[in-house]
């Protein structure tokens, strides 16, 4: 799930969370607005009211447990053992990456993305600004 960051300064708006349509590719903000006082959490669509969006940072992490696991396989018998070892220890590497988003409402925020969600977001967002 969407993670976000931060930068949405609304004395009147909580930002509760970003999610992903379950069927679609959009991605909406999920807000509780203290000026209509509801208990119900508003969505934004950001595809809509998207200006402009940059990717800050992509990284790839990996469990220690599993370059150790690899390490210790492939001491013990060569490089064949070495994936083996990887492949049983750990759990795999993944992708997170960090983009800033700004929407015509003048809100700026950023948000963490993993691989899929940002295919998705990739996708969507440049469907709308072409």
Not at 22 to 46: A, C, E, P, R
Not at 93 to 117: G, P, Q, S, T
């Amino acid at each position: 799930m969407a993670k976000y960051l931060g930068g949405i300064e609304d004395p009147n708006i909580e930002i509760t969370g970003i999610s992903q349509h379950f069927f679609s590719s959009g991605f909406d903000i999920q807000n509780y607005n203290y000026q209509i006082d509801t208990l119900s959490v508003q969505k934004m669509d950001i595809a809509k009211s998207l200006v402009k969006y940059e990717e800050v940072s992509a990284e790839i992490y990996s469990s220690p447990n599993r370059s150790a696991g690899a390490l210790v396989g492939y001491l013990a018998g060569g490089p064949v053992w070495g994936i083996i070892g990887a492949a049983l220890s750990g759990s795999p590497a993944y992708e997170k990456h960090v983009v800033l988003c700004e929407l015509e409402n003048d809100w700026r925020f950023a948000m963490e993305l993993d691989k899929n969600e940002y295919r998705a977001w990739k996708e969507a967002m440049d469907k709308k600004l072409s």
